[in-house]
């Protein structure tokens, strides 16, 4: 009974003793409660920087428009100076337009001055001035036209080239040839010449020429040619150009 007694009064003893169980669990709760209304230190850190931004930028405003209500002062200053002038301007009796007075008319003098007038000849100048004008204009027509008839003309040629054929083998070639150029006429050239095999032991002529075409034509060069009968079978124009 007295062991008892003292267990009980033991019990008795911590149960009257003020002892606190749970102070972890309102230490956390209390770090809770400041965490949650001032934020997290790292969150609280960038809120501070960007209110420092926002800062300067009002700052930086505020100083624009200090300087915007400046310019306009000045603007408006300025803008009161010129309507000043402008209605002082207005106001002064010199501003105000002159008339316009029309030139006296001199009066022509009789006498001698009207003898002047009637020798002055108000035309005649430019009728010298157009004779003159006319004079040159003719001349450089005819010099022009000199100048013109001077210079050659140009003159249409062709070169020739003939096939001059004999009668047969026996036939003595130089003197075919020497008939050949002995036709002469204005506007007729002579070229170089060959003999040309044509076949059993027979030659041809071929001699090149160049004739003007005004002067000479084709049909009277063989017309002409042809007229050595003793000598002179055929002719063909082999090549024809134009020079």
Known sequence: ??????????????????????KP???????????????????SSSHAGGDQELVTRMKSMELENHTLHKVVAEMRAALQTLENRVATLEKSPSAKAAPVQAAPVKQVQNGDDEDEDDDMDLFGSDDEDDEEAERLKQERLDAYAAKKSKKPALIAKSSLLLDVKPWDD????????ECVRSVQMEGLLWGASKLVP???????LQITCVIEDDKVGTDILEEEITKFEDFIQSIDVAAFNKI
């Open 1 to 22: 009974m007295p062991k008892k007694s003292t267990n009980m009064s033991g019990l008795q003893c911590l149960a009257s003793e003020n002892i606190w169980f749970d």
């Open 25 to 43: 669990l309102y230490d956390e709760a209390e770090k809770c409660f400041y965490e949650g209304a001032n934020g997290p230190p790292s969150q």
């Open 170 to 177: 026996e036939t003595d070639m130089a003197k075919l040839e």
């Open 198 to 204: 044509v076949g059993y032991g027979i030659k041809k």
